[in-house]
Each structure stands twice: as structure tokens, then as C-alpha cells.
């Protein structure tokens, strides 16, 4: 019977060091994204478009300055969305500030398009 728990351990470690191994194999993957980034005290996010999941956002300070000008020049009340499209990667939860309240976060490598937001914004095309 011990001999069935150690090999059950063992197979759950195997299993667990893999979907950790995958997780970051997403994460590097740089791609396009769409939906809709917010910001204001303690929130700097991206919600991609349909879908209920919020990201914390990173990038340069260049870029990061550029987004909140943008949002406070685009917006009319705290914590409005604003339409965002960009190059970029997901990566793993954060582990403490602000962030960790969200899904994971997301590196914005570079803006295509930020506007306020319209009808039609997240549909398939």
C-alpha cells in the first residue's frame, strides 16, 4: 500500500512540474489582443474582449505613462473603459501589490490602437 501512495505522489509531481512547464510556454507567446484596459487608484487592467477575466498591465514606463494620458484624455468618470489593442503576452498571477487581485497580468509590447469605446468593439471579424 505505501508503495501505491509513493506512486501516486510521484505521478502528481510529474503532472503538477508539467502544467507549470505549459503555463509558461503560453506566457512567452506574443500575439495580438483586443478588448478593454481601465485605469485609476490601484487599477491599471485589460479585459480581453468576451471574456469575464481581468489582467494587470505591464510594460515599459514609456508605455505605461502613454496609457494613462491616453485614459484620462479619452474618459469622462473614474474607472472608464477605453477600447485597446496591442502586441503582447500573458503571464503568470503576481504573487503581491495590486496585481495579485487579478487573473495574471499582461505585457503590452506595443499599442495598435486605444480609443474610446464603441459599439461593435469585440466582435468577430
Known amino acids: 500500500m505505501q508503495r501505491l501512495k509513493n506512486y501516486v505522489v510521484v505521478i502528481s509531481f510529474v503532472l503538477l512540474l508539467q502544467a507549470c512547464n505549459t503555463q509558461a ?3 512567452n507567446k506574443t500575439s495580438t489582443h483586443a478588448g478593454y484596459y481601465v ?5 491599471n ?3 480581453p474582449c468576451n471574456k469575464k477575466d481581468t489582467y494587470w498591465v505591464t510594460g515599459s514606463e514609456k508605455l505605461l505613462s502613454h496609457l494613462v494620458n491616453t485614459h484620462e484624455k479619452l474618459t469622462t ?3 472608464e473603459n477605453i477600447f485597446i489593442k496591442f502586441t503582447g503576452s500573458y503571464s503568470a498571477k503576481a504573487l503581491d501589490g495590486f496585481a495579485i487581485d487579478y487573473e495574471g497580468q499582461v505585457k503590452i509590447d506595443k499599442v495598435l490602437e ?3 469605446v464603441s459599439a461593435g468593439d469585440c466582435t468577430a471579424s
Open 45 to 47: 487592467v485589460f479585459q
Open 77 to 79: 468618470k473614474p474607472y
Open 114 to 116: 486605444l480609443r474610446k
Open 25 to 27: 510556454d503560453v506566457s
Open 39 to 43: 485605469y485609476g487608484v490601484e487599477v
